[in-house]
């Protein structure tokens, strides 16, 4: 039985949509971005860095025990533990791995992803935190994202190191 050239096209196509990965959607760098600055700003002990990664209305709700904490209030919230990190001598690094991103619309993104939190002490062992978080960034006015939404669980090492990259989504070493 011979196939028509339309109908052997058409089958190719519809492997090929198997085979190639999701594409990337347009905003991917801008929104991975947000988590690029969070992770430096974390390095550099700069709070206000990381409270302009939320949206002043935003409401946090950490992997610890703890009260939702709004954007607005989130600078004071960190200042002093920045306090005793410095004082400390205390090295913080964070690292994430996007797993899913839902596009809503033009300016409403949803990651669920995880977070890996190293603290290094000198003259002590590293401690590692994982967490699971889901993540809403909208885009202002002025194009920028910025978190709008952000809960977080108790994760894994096992779970972290067994995630695989996503297409466009941000997936740190």
Avoid: C
Avoid at 104 to 111: H, M
Wanted: glycine share 8%; net charge neutral.
């Amino acid at each position: 039985m011979q196939i028509s050239k339309p109908l052997a096209a058409a089958a190719a196509l519809i492997a090929l949509s198997f085979a190639a990965p999701a594409a990337a959607h347009p905003q991917d760098e801008a929104i991975n971005g947000v988590y690029a600055r969070l992770a430096a700003s974390r390095v550099a002990n700069d709070v206000a860095g990381m409270a302009a990664g939320f949206h002043p209305q935003a409401l946090l709700i950490d992997a610890r025990p703890g009260p939702a904490v709004l954007g607005a209030d989130l600078a004071g919230v960190l200042a002093p533990q920045r306090e005793r990190i410095v004082r400390d001598g205390v090295t913080v690094e964070s690292a994430y791995r996007i797993e899913r991103r839902q596009v809503i619309g033009e300016d409403l993104v949803v990651d669920a992803g995880y977070m890996r939190q190293a603290m290094r002490r000198p003259g002590a062992a590293e401690n590692v935190r994982h967490a699971r978080f889901l993540v809403t960034l909208k885009r202002g006015a002025d194009g920028v994202w910025q978190i709008v939404g952000d809960a977080a669980m108790p994760s894994t090492a096992e779970v972290w190191t067994a995630l695989a990259a996503q297409p466009g989504l941000r997936f740190d070493p």
